[in-house]
């Protein structure tokens, strides 16, 4: 493939259920099936949730009834796990993003001078995040499930006040997994339009393979996908996650549709122009006509191949007087007649 300009991000969120172990063959899987990026999580599920938060449904048809804190503290990263996943990335060159969910990881975060953050859906109306990243003008990639477009321009407008640009927004469906019929990919375009500065992307919680190359038609220049080792592993995003072997598909349907795609202008290349001059046709004549024949238009035709007049020239050689003798189906040629 020529054309890899869409960053594809494997999202591990907290599929390494907590093990790190896990998580660093994540990041070889996610390196191997060809993603650019690799992100994790950071929380403390204190700074998090209240004590009698709930789960939502699809994280109680994953997990049971456990309280939220109490299925949140069983999936904690600690600030030591992530400065080691971190080092293991860079040795793979992959690049390390990560999520944080309360201030004191995103400072960390920050600290620990990660290309950038990404911020979920659940905290694209949480004013005191994007405070403090506008105020450390970090870039960050902030994911907009749940919000509507009046919404996002109000996001939108808070960093450009700000003199922040070094942000995207990811076009995202906030269902896990999300119907093919659910996810409107055409407001990517939606977000394009009303965003022409910055890069706008897809952050996909379907459960299929083709979904990624077609936010590629759609626009997006940004793709993030949950992997998993197993849709049946314990945890709340196993399900709406692809295997490795699937996200392996997945990553190669981006890239054909990237290398497919084009820039939207038209132009012959020299393999269709061969092709041209068999398929198209030139002027040729109906019959045989003697010397001093004067062209009616009943005299020409059209035959491949396009090695002579365009038929949308004939009103050029209708009227001229033939100088010599031709004969039935050859190509016409201005020579053929009297100047």
């Known amino acids: 493939m020529k054309n890899k300009s869409i960053k594809i991000i494997a999202e591990v969120g907290v599929n390494h259920n907590g093990d790190i172990q896990s998580a660093q063959r994540y990041i070889k899987a ?17 700074k998090l949730v209240t ?9 109680k048809n994953q997990t049971g009834s456990l309280k939220q804190k109490d299925l949140l503290k069983g999936l904690e990263l600690t600030k030591k796990h992530i400065i080691y996943l971190k ?3 860079e040795k793979l060159k992959i690049e390390f993003i990560c999520t944080p969910f309360d201030i004191d990881s995103l400072k960390f975060l920050i600290n620990q001078k990660i290309s950038c953050l990404k911020l979920s859906s659940g905290d694209f109306d949480n004013i005191f995040m994007h405070e403090e990243i506008i105020k450390h003008s970090y870039p960050v990639i902030l994911s907009t499930g749940m919000s509507d477009l009046e919404e996002i ?3 939108f407008n808070l960093y450009k006040s700000k003199g922040h640009t070094n942000f995207s927004f990811l076009h995202c469906v906030s269902i896990y997994p999300a119907d093919l019929s659910l996810i409107n990919l055409s407001f990517i375009k939606t977000l394009e339009n009303s965003f022409p500065d910055i890069s706008i992307g897809f952050s996909d919680h379907t459960s299929e393979t083709i979904s990624g190359a077609l936010s590629v ?6 793709i993030e996908k949950h992997i998993t080792f197993s849709n049946h592993a314990a945890g709340p995003d196993h399900k709406a996650s692809l295997t490795i072997s699937n996200f392996r598909k997945y990553v190669n349907n981006i890239r054909v549709a990237e ?7 038209k132009y012959i290349s020299r393999e269709e122009l061969e092709v041209k001059r068999i398929a198209r046709r030139s002027l040729a004549y109906s019959n045989t006509l003697k010397k001093g024949t004067k062209i009616k238009k009943n005299d020409l035709i059209s035959l491949r191949p396009n090695i002579g007049i365009s038929t949308f020239r004939y009103k050029e050689v209708v ?3 033939l100088k010599k003798n031709v004969r039935k189906n050859s190509l016409i040629k201005l020579s053929d007649f009297i100047k």
């Open 30 to 46: 996610a390196k191997d099936a060809g993603a650019d990026a690799v992100k994790f999580q950071l929380f403390t599920s204190e």
């Open 51 to 59: 004590e009698d938060a709930n789960t939502a449904k699809y994280q």
């Open 87 to 89: 080092k293991y990335a």
């Open 153 to 155: 321009k109000k996001v």
């Open 217 to 222: 038609v759609a626009g997006a220049k940004i």
């Open 259 to 265: 290398e497919s795609i084009g820039d939207g202008k």
């Open 319 to 321: 009227g001229n007087i």
